[in-house]
Structures are given as C-alpha cells and as structure tokens.
C-alpha cells in the first residue's frame, strides 16, 4: 500500500467544535481536504452565517450546527442531528475553549467554573456523546486541543492552565478505556498561534511599538515566529487518520520548539 493512503480521510464524517474561525477552522478545512465531511458549531447566527461563507469560499460543504458544548442536551441533539443527516461521527476534533487573562486572587469563582467548564468539562461531555457511536463503528478519533498551558504556568491563566492540564490528563484516560474499541484519543498542543484568542497578546502599542508579550513570544521561540493556524492542519490530519491508528494518548506539541527551549541568554 503506499503510505500517504493511509492519510486519506475519504468517507469519514469530522465534527470539529468550535469551528467558525481560527484554529477550529483550518484544522476542518485541512480534515475536508484530506476527504473528510465536516460538521461544525458554534453559538451565534453572525458567526454561523460568517463561517458558512469562508468554508463555502473554499469549496467546502461543511454543515453548522448551533450548540453551546457545555450543555448536554444540546450536545446530544447536535450528535443525534449529525448523524441522522451525515451519518455516525468518525473523527471529534475538541476545540471549542476559551479564557481568561485575570491574576487568580482576584478572578471570581464563576469564572474560574466558566473556563473549566468549556476547556474541560465540554470535552468530556462531547467525548461521552460520540463515544458510543464509535464503538458500534469498531473504530474512532478524538483529538483534544490542548495548549503548552496543559506543561506550564504563568500569570493570570490558572482556569485555564488548570483545565488545559486536565485535558491532557482526559486525553490519557480515554486513550487508555477506549483503546480497545479501537478509538485513539490524542491531544494536540498549539503552542501560540495567532488567533483572536491571542490578539490581545500582539496589539502594537500606543507608539506603534510591537507588544512586550509579542515580543516575549518570539524570544521564547526557536522558530522566532508566532504560530499560524495552518501549522495544525497537517498533525491534525496525522491524528485524524489511519497513519496514527497505533498512536494513542500521546499529546503532539505544534510549538516551534518553545516547549524545548530554555530561552536566549540575556
Ligand atoms: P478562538 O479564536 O477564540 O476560537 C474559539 C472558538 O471556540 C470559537 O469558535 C468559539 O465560538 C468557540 N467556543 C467558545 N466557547 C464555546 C462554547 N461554549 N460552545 C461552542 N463553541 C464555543 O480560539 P483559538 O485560538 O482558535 O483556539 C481554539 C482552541 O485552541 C482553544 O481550545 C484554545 O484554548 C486552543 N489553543 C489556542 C492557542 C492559541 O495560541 N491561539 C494555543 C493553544 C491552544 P463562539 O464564536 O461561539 O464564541
Ligand atoms: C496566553 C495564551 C496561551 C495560548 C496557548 C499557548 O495567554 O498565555 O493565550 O494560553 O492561548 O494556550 O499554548
């Protein structure tokens, strides 16, 4: 057989969360160009209506679902929708998320609970949704999206650095109670990657000078660069597909290298 075959996701079905922009985004966009179907969601009808165009714009006929991953009811619907109108769900990429940038002492309980409950717990209940599916299948993906905050800390991101480290630790769970369904479960970790999410990090400043945290970032990082969503579409596609059906549990940091890397000697 040649190997790149084993890349093809022809005749699979992809629910990617989160999935109007960003990361979410070109991770379905690479999945649809290795074969996959797509299905995605989100919560508003702007972004709906949004992503609908971009995906259209690149010659992908992926269909969005409204649904708010937090809630389970919601979520069942949107599996049980899925499958009736494309059929049982081979690949789940998690990566709906969110955060907050609050020193911890003064960040509220709730928000905390909010972080958690879309960095962790949605993965969870989305995971326990497609589960069954996949098993009745004989085979299945999940890919968790995990963050470097699932290895380090730093100021003002504990919800988050709290959840994304529960994910990766999720992430080994169902990789090792699932695993002989032959469900893989893996994680993939963006390291940072110019998103919305991160556009607070890189606003130049009032002089037009770039951001400290810019450029922190880029001092941090061996390949002198922030991440682009485009580099996930490739080990997305890895993990998607039958190339890693014997690699299981493992988180895949997408980083340049910053996870490696001590930093420049000052
Ligand atoms: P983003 O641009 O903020 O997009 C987040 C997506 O999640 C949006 O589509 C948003 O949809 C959706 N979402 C949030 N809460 C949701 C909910 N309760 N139900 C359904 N959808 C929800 O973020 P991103 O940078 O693309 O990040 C995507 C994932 O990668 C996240 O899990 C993030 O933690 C992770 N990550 C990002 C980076 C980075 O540097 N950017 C690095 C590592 C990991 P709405 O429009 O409905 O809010
Ligand atoms: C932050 C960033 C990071 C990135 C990403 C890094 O405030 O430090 O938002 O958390 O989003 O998770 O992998």
């Known amino acids: 057989?040649?190997?790149?075959?084993?890349?093809?996701?022809?005749?699979?079905?992809?629910?990617?969360?989160?999935?109007?922009?960003?990361?979410?985004?070109?991770?379905?966009?690479?999945?649809?160009?290795?074969?996959?179907?797509?299905?995605?969601?989100?919560?508003?009808?702007?972004?709906?209506?949004?992503?609908?165009?971009?995906?259209?714009?690149?010659?992908?006929d992926a269909k969005g679902y409204f649904c708010d991953v937090t809630d389970e009811a919601q979520v069942k619907k949107m599996v049980a929708q899925i499958e009736e109108e494309l059929g049982v769900i081979d690949i789940l990429v998690n990566n709906a998320g969110i955060i907050k940038r609050i020193p911890m002492t003064e960040m509220s309980v709730d928000e905390f609970r909010q972080?958690?409950?879309?960095?962790?717990?949605?993965?969870?209940?989305?995971?326990?949704?497609?589960?069954?599916?996949?098993?009745?299948?004989?085979?299945?993906?999940?890919?968790?999206?995990?963050?470097?905050?699932?290895?380090?800390?730093?100021?003002?991101?504990?919800?988050?650095?709290?959840a994304k480290g529960g994910l990766k630790m999720l992430t080994k769970n169902i990789a090792s109670e699932y695993g002989k369904y032959n469900i893989q479960c893996n994680g993939i970790g963006p390291g940072y990657i110019a998103t919305p999410q991160t556009a607070p990090l890189r606003e130049p400043q009032a002089d037009g000078s770039k951001h400290p945290f810019d450029s922190f970032i880029i001092s941090k990082t061996p390949a002198e660069r922030w991440g682009d969503p485009e580099d996930l579409m490739g080990p997305a596609v890895f993990l998607a597909s039958d190339a890693s059906d014997f690699v299981n549990g493992h988180i895949l940091y997408v980083d340049g290298g910053i996870l490696a890397y001590i930093g420049k000697q000052p």
Do not use: W
């Open 1 to 60: 057989m040649n190997t790149l075959n084993k890349f093809s996701l022809e005749g699979k079905i992809a629910l990617v969360t989160g999935a109007a922009y960003g990361i979410g985004f070109a991770i379905a966009e690479a999945l649809a160009d290795a074969g996959a179907k797509i299905a995605f969601n989100c919560r508003g009808q702007v972004h709906m209506d949004a992503a609908l165009k971009a995906y259209e714009e690149k010659g992908i």
């Open 115 to 162: 972080v958690v409950d879309i960095d962790l717990n949605a993965p969870f209940i989305m995971s326990k949704a497609v589960i069954p599916g996949m098993i009745k299948k004989g085979h299945g993906k999940i890919i968790n999206i995990c963050s470097m905050m699932s290895e380090l800390g730093r100021e003002t991101v504990s919800a988050y650095a709290a």
